[in-house]
């Protein structure tokens, strides 16, 4: 198992270079093909969100936002180009509509997408991402640290399909040679499969320590984002639940707390 396709999405521009650095990396380390992809709100789309006021929208407002899609569409290209070369391994595409919809379905034929969070700590477009593409996404901080990632990896564990997922979709950088693998649960229940799952991984030629902390759904974000920066891990692989917030409200806000205060990236199973 390896990626052979990676898609990083350049619709933001704050953090775009470290994403195309981090992107530019992988495709190297797994001899893959990057896709890089922007896609900006199309006027048309912008003045019907203003609903019974679209009729007071004038052609310099549709003019300006043309403008605006065109100069940040030409920056992103000429960055992707500039950082991740321009030949057969690397593809460009560009669109307008609604940006999480067609990364999203660019990213269902991808293996991975590379994706950012916003600066605020907001979970914004990377959120979007995990409800629908249907692969694993590889969320970034506004800044990532020079280096590989995958040194020292922490893999959230407790038990569950979305855990499971993450766990395999992890597979190729976990086979890569990290100094140190640590797979970790909280509370009793997590824990009740662990054993099991350290045997699992070490079937695919993974060597990792168990790490069993006490602890709930409540306050398992926290406890991760912790134990990660003990281990000072540089990446973090964890489920998702990827259907409706509402799931965030059942199993508790694991996901929500990676997506909006993890200091390192975060792979989220797809």
Partial sequence: MTYRT??????????????????????TRFDATLIGMHAAPSPV????????????????????????????????REAFRRRCGDDATNSWREAEGDPARLVAAAARTADLVVAGREQDGGAGFAEELLTTTGVPVLALPPQVAAGEIGRSVLVAWNGSREAARAAHDALPLLQRGPREVALCAIGE??????????????????????????????????????????????LLVMGAYGHARLRELVFGGATRHALARAPIPVLFGG
């Avoid at 933001?12 to 650095?21: P, V």
């Avoid at 079937?203 to 990660?228: I, K």
């Fill in 45 to 76: 789309e912008l003045v019907a969100q203003y609903g019974w006021a679209a009729g007071y929208v004038g052609p310099d407002l549709i003019d300006a936002q043309e403008k605006a899609n065109v100069a940040a569409r030409t920056r992103a």
């Fill in 6 to 27: 990676i898609l990083v999405e350049v619709v933001t521009e704050a953090g775009a270079e470290d994403r195309l650095r981090v992107a530019d990396s992988l495709v």
């Fill in 189 to 234: 229940e997590a824990g009740q499969s662990l054993e099991d799952a350290v045997a699992m991984l070490g079937r695919h030629g993974v060597r990792c320590e168990p790490v069993r902390l006490a602890g709930g759904d409540a306050d398992a974000g926290e406890l991760l984002l912790a134990e990660a920066t003990a281990r000072h891990a540089d």
